[in-house]
């Protein structure tokens, strides 16, 4: 679609005068919507400037003024920078803010969440329930002025426990009882629980089949999760079934909620870095490097050359044994119980020895730091890292290809299977490997490239099948992409400082906003960062796209058989940690 | 040393019963397939090649409660699972042992907050907490080493009181 609007300076103030005016607050970028046309706005923003991918939807609590806010970011699957808009309302009940559902259906899972966890309402949303917490949980979590049953403090860093030298339990400061609250009207005497499913199973779509004899056939419902050996964790699928084939499928998550957010808002800025560690456990680095991006975009500070080269070959080493590890599991979801997983595992080790090498730690490295990385690549495992390159991860990749690619059984169960067109893809807010193999080459690394990656020479690796063949060829192909930039970040690295400046616990934040985001293996990873100035960030939101991909779960599976479905899960490779935060 | 330094010159071996039984417990003991969290994927690293946590007779690793003896609570617990985990302690035979991986699932870890089970233990008795955020396999499978200890030290008498 044509447009007249060049993508640096559309001015939605001079389109729509009198329902737009541009965030003018210190640090703030992006334009303020009137409530009322949300929609109008966003048809505009979606249909005439073509910004078609829905990056994140998010709330923010500006307790002080009593306002709410839902920022949404847009992207163009072109490239470019992103269009910022956001809403705001007045912090009284009843919240309502038009759902934008039906413009881009990728906020489905996203305005679920913040009705979840900051109680606006979206008129227009089909589904609206609870989602990261159960039904029947009182009040939302992510409110400033909501506190936890045993509150403690408001931040960190907290009081010390040994003021004199002499220990202090928290229960002295806060006796057992004091400081737990239950909500207003309710009575612990005759509390009688309410069924939190209900409200899950009245959303699946019924269906009764008659037949020609007026016989008839009854659905079936199959709870899948949260203990099953193929759902990557606790993620559950409620799933209705005639006969074998999926009729309606409902996502449900949170069984690893631990509200990583309100965590995050409690922390000092770098206490948050371990935390973005454990959101999606195979991939710690570039988490990272997510956050560190976000901060150092508030900051303003520059990153050191050799860091940035660091900060590209742990990325890029992630990537590789991230797909390593979900061909793998793919396989295993496939049947082939165990065999490949071991194959992968093996490559892993060999790349967490060099991750314990540089970080200490084999999983949660806890390796970036605003301005660069903690500490510098050991010589040894510079060597090591070498040898992988050159020698041993090309082989094994191609091992990987020349046991399965061709191989008949798999090609059996991957072909044409889990069909989700390129228009869905976008609509829905798919990102990554699965974008990508929908057809479309959007990849973060070249439509807006952060850190380094714009000096490299690499592939945007896309397949038009749709499928899940198409899925697992463009994992494969990337981790040859990805030792291609390896290769070239490894003969080019500089010697230098890394860290521009003494390293310091406090950093010192500006108020303002940022959006930090990155290609991770999963997708496009963001970070949205709000800061007031005070050591602890106001607002830390983590765009996840573990999360986000789940939505166009249901449109994939229908129609297919409940075998599949395993597969087609399989395939968006989902991570708990990352998926309930 | 093996059980055939142990053989006399008639090809048998004297022991208790309960000895015996404990014995062959911990030679074949079935973990639940039940990954929570990070933990889970250490857990898997220690059933791969690299560790090989098939030496300890664990090769298997069941995704039936019904079919496991030992449940490895891998990962943070939260307050919707609980339920959830408990229904799987309860549905698992006689005798079962747990371990709890790691920190969040002995004491709620760095998740401080509304949403974690502070330690699994609020929830089923735990037999080895195993420290580490996340233990690495080798730790894991300390842990283990340190269960079959607790198991080859028991006795029928346990099991007869309840």
Known sequence: MATTVSTKSVDLSTIFPDAVIADERKGYTGWLVEKDNLIEIATYVREELDYDLLSSVTGVDYLPEEKMEVVYQVYKTTGGPGLFFKVQIPREDPMEIPSVINIWPGADLQEREIWDLYGIKFPGHPDLRRILTWEGFEGHPMRKDWQEPFYEEETKPFKSRWPKGEHIHAEEINPYHDNLKFPPKFNPENWTPTDPEEALYTSLKKFTTKNEDGLEAEQIIVNMGPQHPSTHGVFRAVVVLDGEKVVSLKPVMGYLHRNHEKIGERNTYLHNMPYTDRLD???????????ALAVEKLMGIEVTERSEYIRVIMSELTRIQNH?????????????????????????????????????????????????????????????????????LPGKIEEFERLLSENEILLSRVKGIGYLSAKDAI????????????????????????????????????????????RYHVRIEEMHQSLRILEQAVSTIPEGPILPKKPVYQVRVPAGEA??????????????????????????????????????????????????????????????????? | ???????????????????????????????????????????????????????????LMRASPRQSDLMIVAGRVSRKMGPILRRLYDQM?????????????????????????????????????????PPRPEALIHGIVTLYEKVNGEKFTDYTDS
């Not at chain 1, 607002?539 to 075998?563: D, Q």
Request: some cysteine; proline content about 5%.
């Open chain 1, 281 to 291: 456990y195979f991939n710690s680095m570039a988490n990272n490097w997510a956050y």
């Open chain 1, 324 to 392: 390593l590890v979900w061909v793998g599991i793919f396989l295993n979801d496939l049947g082939a119980v165990v065999t490949p997983l071991l194959y992968a595992f093996e490559e892993r080790e060999l790349i967490l020895d060099i991750f314990e090498e540089v970080s200490g730690a084999r999983m949660m490295c806890n390796y970036y730091r605003f301005g660069g990385v903690v500490r510098d690549m050991p010589v040894r495992a510079f060597e090591k890292l070498k040898q992988l390159v050159y020698d041993r």
């Open chain 1, 427 to 470: 609509a829905t807010s798919m990102t990554g490997p699965m974008l990508r193999a929908s057809g479309v080459p959007y990849d973060i690394r070249r439509a807006e490239p952060y850190g380094i990656y714009d000096r490299f020479d690499f592939d945007v690796v896309t397949r038009p099948e749709c499928d899940l063949y198409a």
């Open chain 1, 515 to 581: 959006y930090g985001r990155i290609e991770s293996p999963k997708g496009e990873l963001g970070f949205y960062v709000i800061s007031n100035g005070k050591p602890n960030p106001w607002r830390y939101h983590v765009r996840a796209p573990s999360f986000i991909n789940i939505t166009a779960l249901e449109k994939m599976c229908v129609g297919e058989k409940i075998a599949d479905f395993v597969a087609i899960l399989g395939a968006i490779d989902i991570v708990l940690g990352e998926l309930d935060r």
């Open chain 2, 1 to 59: 040393m093996g059980v055939e330094q142990k053989l006399g010159n008639m090809g048998m071996v004297t022991t208790t019963l309960e000895q015996f039984v404990n014995w062959s417990r911990t030679r074949a003991m079935w973990p639940m397939l039940f990954g929570l969290a990070c933990c889970a994927i250490e857990m898997m690293s220690a059933q791969a090649a690299h560790y090989d946590m098939s030496r300890f007779g664990m090769e």
């Open chain 2, 93 to 133: 035979p006689e005798p079962k042992w747990v371990v709890a991986m790691g920190d969040c699932a002995s004491c709620g870890g760095v998740f401080n907050n509304y949403a974690i089970h502070q330690g699994v233990d609020e929830l089923v008795p735990v037999d080895v907490y195993v420290a580490g955020c």
